[in-house]
């Protein structure tokens, strides 16, 4: 499959011509949603979801459909009826010809005086790929293609490290990383590439790799 980074968590994943979009959020693209076949979006926070970009790509292609956990489908269900489907953890569907694992529950801890939220992570293809939203999710799958979320409000970069470790995956791509200024990127990608125990990678939005 051909996996196009686009800005922040967004990323577009296509394969045998169809498109899926995780993440389609207000610091994406206004355009990152627009052509998909199937939407996943992992939580409510502005960053991973924007109605206006998920209402433009559904009114683009009346075809197209949305998965997502309860919070956001509350939001946009009604204008969408029997196209935005809920699912949480345990959960299998498929989207786009993409078969899909539902794994994780609740997102990272960003303070403790702040109630989490619910938040949920995307298992591709039997472990293709895995973009686990806004937590540091450990699927229990063997995992090709690790979404590394890393930098966020909520995590370090040790926690980042021991999580690639944990997964162990054949590779990790970065996304979460609008706060992360260009500046800063060598630190992390020698970090994370020396103490990982796996590829880092990273993708300019708009560029590209198979995967």
Known sequence: ?????????????????????????????????????????????????????????MEINPAARIWTLKAVAEKISAAFPGRVHTVGHGDTFTAAGFDVQVHGELHAVIHPDMPRITNVGFLLDGGKVFHPGDALTVPGHPVETLMLPVM???????????????????????????LLTDLARPIYDRQIGQLGGAEHLRLTPGDSAEV
């Open 152 to 178: 966020a409000p909520w995590n370090k970069i040790s926690e980042v490290i021991d999580y690639v470790r944990e997964v162990r995956p054949r590779r990790a791509y970065d996304i979460h990383d609008a």
């Open 1 to 57: 499959m051909k996996l196009i980074k686009k800005s922040h968590a967004c990323v577009r994943l296509e394969k045998d011509g169809q498109t899926l979009v995780l993440d389609p959020g207000g610091f994406s693209e206004e355009d990152a949603a627009l052509g998909a076949d199937a939407i996943l979006v992992t939580h409510e926070h502005p960053d991973h979801f924007d109605e206006l970009r998920l209402r433009a790509a």
